[in-house]
């Protein structure tokens, strides 16, 4: 089966628009949502405190920001990288597994990160940790 130059184009176009659709469905349908890549550790700061929905189990669990931890050198900063994390306290009568969670924030949109249990003990509740490292990038 040959095909000609105008029809192998036709059909690789046609293939990224369909890729392309997908995500702008998504952006219509949240509205202001955001991907991962487009927050920074200055972002996060600006929201210690705030609340957050994780998605859990078919509903939505309150979770508050408490810290933001720096962990990239000062010339991995001046260079424009970044490497930090989150640190999440949760409700007592929710306890997350390990996971990639669907979390929304009323500035910083909808987003997903991987969420890890670091503290089960406190008697506050739960803490939770999710790293961004753009170390690398």
């Known amino acids: 089966m040959r095909s000609s ?12 628009l369909a890729a392309g659709v997908p995500l702008a469905l ?4 949240f509205g202001n949502a955001k991907t991962a890549a487009g927050l920074n550790m200055a972002s996060f700061k600006s929201q210690l405190g705030t609340s957050f929905q994780i998605n ?13 931890a720096n962990f990239a050198s000062r010339k991995e900063t ?9 640190l999440f306290r949760g ?9 990639t969670y669907l979390i929304e924030h009323d500035e910083l949109g909808i987003f997903s990160f991987l969420i890890v249990p670091v ?3 406190d008697r506050r509740g739960p803490l939770y940790e999710a790293v961004i490292n753009r170390l690398h990038s």
């Open 56 to 68: 859990y189990q078919a509903s939505k669990v309150k979770f508050t920001l408490v810290g933001v």
């Open 26 to 29: 998504t952006e219509k349908a």
């Open 119 to 121: 503290g089960t003990q």
């Open 5 to 16: 130059r105008r029809e192998f184009l036709k059909r690789g176009t046609l293939v990224a």
């Open 91 to 99: 409700p007592q009568e929710a306890t997350l597994k390990q996971d």
């Open 78 to 86: 001046a260079a424009g990288k970044e490497g930090f994390s989150l």
